[in-house]
């Protein structure tokens, strides 16, 4: 089971992002503000999860959670600032966005930079630890699979309904049949091991 709190003695903010590793559309994050000794035992990675089971719990995150907040940095930003510091800026998006103002930031992964000096914690594999975390996991993980299927229908060739951006053999033959349009990140270059890989 998923740990409540870091700390008992201040309002945390469970932060994730979304979109990292995909070769088109934006990065999401979330940041999440849960109650004091929130159970949820259905609570856990994203990654491990069903879609069915986190649309569900995106559900029931938003009705329970004291504050949520989902923010964008797009493809042109992701291009100008790389996707480490896009990555960022979305998670330093959602904080500002939250209506609680947090006391500590917990952090999924090992890479973040001080916002407004309240104090954060990196954890590597964090949405995997703590409830908030994992709660952010799943919001910037299901709103950014709704905006990549919504924006399939602009560009269809890429089935990004099935693959929602990622370097999927389908994806990259697409691109190598259509070319980029302008939802991919340029700076994001095909290696030959990916257009030679056996799927």
Known sequence: MLLSNFT????EAGCDEAGR????GPVFAASVILPKDYKN???ND????????????????INDAIAWKVALV??????????????ILAMQKAVAGLETVPELLLIDGNRF????NIPHHCIIKGDGKYMSISAASILAKTFRDEYITEVHENYPEYNWKQNKGYATFDHIQAILEYG????H?????LKVEQLNIEF
């Open 41 to 43: 035992t259905k609570l």
């Open 74 to 87: 797009d493809n042109i930003e992701i291009d100008k600032i790389n996707i480490l510091n896009a990555s």
């Open 185 to 189: 990140r340029f700076t994001f270059h």
């Open 113 to 116: 930079k001080s916002y407004k």
């Open 8 to 11: 008992n003695d201040k309002i």
């Open 46 to 61: 994203s990654k491990i999860l069903s879609e069915k089971q986190r649309n569900k719990l995106r559900i029931e995150i």
């Open 21 to 24: 590793g995909c070769l088109a």
């Open 180 to 183: 980029r349009c302008p939802l």
